[in-house]
């Protein structure tokens, strides 16, 4: 095999620009117009192709150092003689990488950088967003750039993929010949025994939803812990006046109504926005409150309607009914809708935090952890309380960090010394 040098293209009237990244190594098959390497001046970025197809040999730049036209990047084994001789296709790309670059500088060429960033190859975009176009899946060069000379910004790489799942979700979820988007270069097979099933229809439902939610929605999560010691005495104190046995009532039944008198607290909670654009928000003043349900045939979340208007014992009833009609299939599909605010609780499971999903079009989910024993400073001494992990995701679009904030304090008010006494009614 013959080896070539791979040099720094015309690159205009820029000198030293910076090697910001390396997208290919040692010993690595590429294709002539595969990109090498990305330099960064102070006002653009661009992908270095490589001029030839072959084996990388050996490659001698690293990021950091800074290049002009002519500088060796690297050297390649070719797969073909005749691949030493640069064809008017491989001046053509030498000319795209110098018309790339040179116009930034030239206001009157602003217009050929709009047709540039269309281009199959070259598109104008930061190191930081390049990446972040990789990680969700996207080819930057298909993605329109609204900022200055058509440069892709972050925002533009979410409209992108948010516009490509929506045009790509098939009209029937059930639809057995659905092509996977991402596809992997291997078969599990060839590495050991495997087991291929039907991914539970539920599950299939809820995927859409998902992608859809964590999309849209800019998701934050606020990770507190609540004092809940004497809520717990009081819960296992509480007995039936008629025959005296003990009541079975669970938590969850005290959180909902602490979640509800937080809302009423705090509005914006307890609202949905549709349309962002629209600049309308809509405030409920129902009190609906989804409750998420693990179940065989996957995670379920009915609503528990009117939770403001129900005493404890009630609600404890009622979710456990709910519950065993979510694992038979026996639930509306109406009971899904029109929530408030949703509960995720790992309380039974274990755990201590975690950054739970938005239930779209709600703009705000309390994720329940297991409660724990701590040993905590309580009034001038140490004792042994216990401590319930909550973790509150928002929609920072409705939401901040300060109001999410005061809503977990009002939610841990609630859940304290005095008010838990109150939620019983």
Aim: proline fraction near 4%.
């Amino acid at each position: 095999m013959s080896t070539i040098d791979i040099k720094v293209p015309n690159i205009g009237d820029f000198k030293d620009v910076e090697i910001i990244e390396i997208l290919v190594k040692n010993g690595q098959e590429i294709n002539k117009g595969d990109s090498i390497i990305t330099l960064e001046s102070d006002k653009s970025s661009v992908e270095v192709p490589s001029d030839h197809s072959g084996k990388i040999s050996n490659i001698n730049v690293k990021v950091g150092d800074k290049v002009s036209e002519g500088d060796l990047i690297l050297k390649i084994e070719l797969f073909k003689k005749e691949d030493i001789k640069i064809d008017n296709e491989e001046i053509n790309n030498t000319k795209k990488i110098n018309e790339q670059i040179e116009p930034l500088e030239k206001k009157e060429m602003s217009a050929n950088l709009q047709n540039i960033n269309k281009s199959d190859k070259l598109a104008l975009a930061s190191p930081r967003v390049r990446k972040f176009a990789r990680e969700l899946g996207a080819d930057i060069n298909r993605i329109p750039g609204s900022e200055k000379f058509g440069r892709v910004s972050e925002d533009d790489v979410k409209s992108f993929v948010k516009l490509d799942i929506n045009q790509k979700q098939p009209s029937n979820i059930n639809d057995g010949n659905q092509k996977q988007k991402f596809k992997i270069e291997y078969d599990h097979a060839d590495f050991g025994e495997i087991d291929v099933k039907d991914i539970p229809r539920i599950k299939k439902l809820a995927a859409p939803h998902l992608v859809n939610s964590f999309n849209t929605i800019p998701h934050v999560t606020h990770h507190d812990e609540i004092d809940i010691t004497e809520m717990e005495e009081f819960r296992n104190s509480l007995t039936d006046h008629y025959n005296g046995e003990k009541l079975k009532i669970t938590p969850l039944a005290f959180i909902m109504k602490a979640l509800v008198a937080a809302l009423k607290e705090f509005p914006s909670f307890n609202s949905s926005i549709e349309d962002m654009s629209s600049g309308k928000i809509t405030f409920k003043k129902y009190f609906h409150i989804g409750i998420a349900v693990d179940t065989p045939n996957g995670l379920m979340v009915p609503k528990i309607r009117q939770v403001d208007k129900k005493n404890i014992q009630h609600l404890s009833t009622e979710l456990r009914e709910v519950a065993q009609k979510c694992r038979d299939l026996k639930i509306d599909k109406k009971e899904f809708y029109g929530g408030s605010m949703t509960i995720s609780s790992l309380g039974g499971i274990g755990g201590s935090f975690f950054t739970p999903i938005i239930n779209y079009p709600e703009v705000a989910i309390l994720g329940v952890s297991k409660s724990n024993k701590k040993q905590i400073l309580y009034g001038d001494r140490f004792t042994s309380r216990t401590i319930l992990p909550i973790s509150l995701s928002y929609d920072h679009r409705i939401i901040d960090g300060a109001e999410a904030a005061r809503f977990c304090n009002e939610i841990r008010d609630n859940l304290g010394k005095n008010f838990a006494f109150k939620l019983a009614i």
